[in-house]
Nanobody, 121 residues
Framework: QVQLVESGGGLVQPGGSLRLSCAAS????????MGWYRQAPGKQRELVAR???????DYAESVKGRFTISRDNAENSAYLQMSSLKPEDTAVYYC???????????????WGQGTQVTVSS
């Protein structure tokens, strides 16, 4: 059984910063991709950022230059440092991971339960 648990959300003023954490646990052999998505009320879930096991990253245009994704492969964890936050960044942020539970096995996609980020004065 694999679980992803996010933490670090909360209420922050415009221009402020937050750091989200995602910890994967359970029977994991390797994690290829870890990503952060967000879903605002009435909108579809969208990619924020993702990071491959070799360190390559990919960001949504709306967060480039403000958000930084990183990971700790030894801890099966990913982080999202968010700076210069705007009200439009308000959403539930979800972590996901594409991983293998056995060598040479198939890839599985897991999601966390989400953490609320609210940017408001």
């Amino acid at each position: 059984q694999v679980q992803l648990v996010e933490s670090g959300g909360g209420l922050v003023q415009p221009g402020g910063s937050l750091r989200l954490s995602c910890a994967a646990s359970g029977s994991i052999f390797s994690i290829n991709v870890m990503g952060w998505y967000r879903q605002a009320p009435g909108k579809q879930r969208e990619l924020v950022a993702r990071i491959i096991s070799d360190g390559r990253t990919d960001y949504a245009e709306s967060v480039k230059g403000r958000f930084t994704i990183s990971r700790d492969n030894a801890e099966n964890s990913a982080y999202l440092q968010m700076s210069s936050l705007k009200p439009e960044d308000t959403a539930v942020y979800y972590c996901n991971a594409v991983l293998k539970v056995v060598p040479q096995g198939p890839d599985y996609l897991y999601w966390g339960q989400g953490t609320q980020v609210t940017v408001s004065s």
